[in-house]
């Protein structure tokens, strides 16, 4: 296997152009040089020393370029490998404030559903995804949720600003009847990832969210894993909302896939609390702040900045999303969202009433093969209509992928709908 910018070529020489990243995480495209050599570089020069003992040159650089990108006073980065390690931490860290503020009755987290933040035991009790928990039930932690603001999905189709979902009102529903002083933490997905198929909330949601969290002494966790790191053509999703999170988590995309590497940042009145109180975060892990790992994300941030990949992202974006539109007319293609390099089509039996195709259709892992065999890579979801049913074609693209690209990433979508909706339909 190999792969170069948009494109991978098999062990049998098959080109795919990548339209999903692999798992939204290639956002720098493949085979970047600079970032091999970077490792390559730390590797020889040190490759591990335990955070205990000693920092290390990249994760101080990395953890400033990072502050200086994320939103506001997040200025604190603890470095970790996956998605759900992050989550893991982020939810660990707001349990210990309020134990260390002397308010250990804060402990209830509230979530967003649909939505996704990993497969570890707490960061999987946060998801929303009850399939995923199937064998793990007794193992899993109860949490709170709110519906996710899926305009498509909802009776207000995301228009009108006193619908609880979608302005964010049903947060403090939700929280008064739980009873705000138990209340700990609400983690969101600033953009939807595959949970949602990419649905980008109203403008004023999220500060509508941070409003209600202020008021309520809730910590507003944003689960920027996927939507982060430029995806949706701002460095953070969170950016163009103009509010910032009490903790955010960062993965996939921050290193672009060449290593595992994800981060929890944090503001210091945060910090300080621990400081002050047991000393620190009670999260040790062996591979945390590993120099090689962030040798990588500061060298894939930096190829980031000088190649302007952001602007990108936003500008390839608006050709994508125009592009991806035209997808509208075919008959079963219900909704094409998103924002930048993010981009979800939603899969629908009958567009006029937005039902479902059944689950034994098998519609979004079809087309997923259907689009492989002609050579381009997605990412499928399903049930997120209700828990069962609901067919997604998640896009993401590296931000170097060029308008022939695009256009060439929506021919094959094309050809691999014929190839597998109508097969689908006609054996339903
Ligand atoms: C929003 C979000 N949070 C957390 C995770 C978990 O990340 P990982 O798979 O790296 O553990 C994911 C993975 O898809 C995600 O999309």
Redesign the pocket.
């Known amino acids: 296997m190999r792969g170069e910018g948009c494109y991978l070529w098999d062990e049998h020489g098959h080109r795919y152009l990548d339209g999903c990243g692999g798992?939204?995480v290639a956002n720098i495209g493949h085979g970047v040089r600079e970032i091999a050599t970077a490792m390559a570089e730390q590797a020889s020069r040190i490759a591990y020393v335990n955070g205990t003992a000693f920092t290390n040159e990249p994760v101080e650089a990395l953890a400033s370029e990072l502050a200086a990108l994320v939103p506001g006073d997040l200025d604190y980065i603890y470095f970790l490998s996956?998605?759900?390690?992050?989550?893991e931490a982020a939810l660990k860290l707001a349990r210990q404030f309020w134990v260390e503020s002397g308010r250990p009755e804060k402990q209830e987290i509230i979530t967003l559903a649909p939505g996704?933040?990993?497969?570890?035991l707490l960061?999987l009790s946060a998801s929303a995804r009850p399939h995923y928990a199937t064998y793990f039930r007794e193992w899993i932690v109860d949490v709170h949720r709110v519906p996710a603001p899926v305009a498509y999905r909802c009776a207000c189709r995301g228009v009108d600003a006193s619908c609880a979902v979608c302005s964010g009102t049903a947060l403090e529903t939700k929280i008064l009847e739980i009873g705000a002083d138990r209340v700990a933490a609400f983690i969101a997905?600033p953009v939807g990832?595959?949970s949602t198929g990419a649905s980008v909330p109203r403008a004023d949601y999220w500060r509508t969210i941070r409003t209600i969290c202020d008021r309520h002494d809730v910590l507003f966790i944003a689960?920027?894993?996927?939507?982060g790191a430029g995806r949706t053509g701002t460095w953070s999703a969170l950016e163009p909302y103009g509010v910032t999170p009490d903790i955010m988590?960062l993965?996939?995309g921050i290193a672009g896939g060449y290593v595992?590497l994800?981060a929890v940042a944090a503001p210091r009145r945060i910090v300080d609390v621990l400081a002050r109180g047991s000393g620190s975060l009670m999260h040790a892990q062996t591979f945390s702040h590993h120099p090689v790992l962030c040798a990588a994300g500061l060298a894939t941030v930096r190829y980031l900045r000088e190649h302007a990949l952001v602007a990108r992202a936003a500008e390839m974006g608006r050709i994508f999303h125009e592009r991806l539109r035209a997808l509208l007319e075919l008959p079963h293609v219900g909704d094409v969202r998103g924002r930048g390099m993010l981009a979800g089509i939603e899969l629908v039996l009958d567009r006029d009433t937005r039902a479902p195709f059944p689950r034994s259709a098998k519609i979004a892992e079809r087309l997923t093969e259907a689009a492989q065999r002609a050579g381009l890579v997605v990412w499928p979801n399903t049930g997120h209509v209700n828990g069962v049913d609901g067919d997604i074609i998640l896009l993401a693209p590296p931000f170097v992928i060029e308008p022939a690209q695009i256009d060439e990433l929506v021919t094959l979508f094309r050809v691999a709908y014929d190839d597998s909706v109508a097969g689908a339909l006609a054996t339903t």
Request: with cysteine; glycine share 14%.
């Open positions: 798992a939204f996956s998605g759900s390690e992050a989550v996704y933040h990993g497969n570890t960061a997905e990832g595959s689960d920027e894993v996927a939507c988590t993965g996939k595992p994800s």
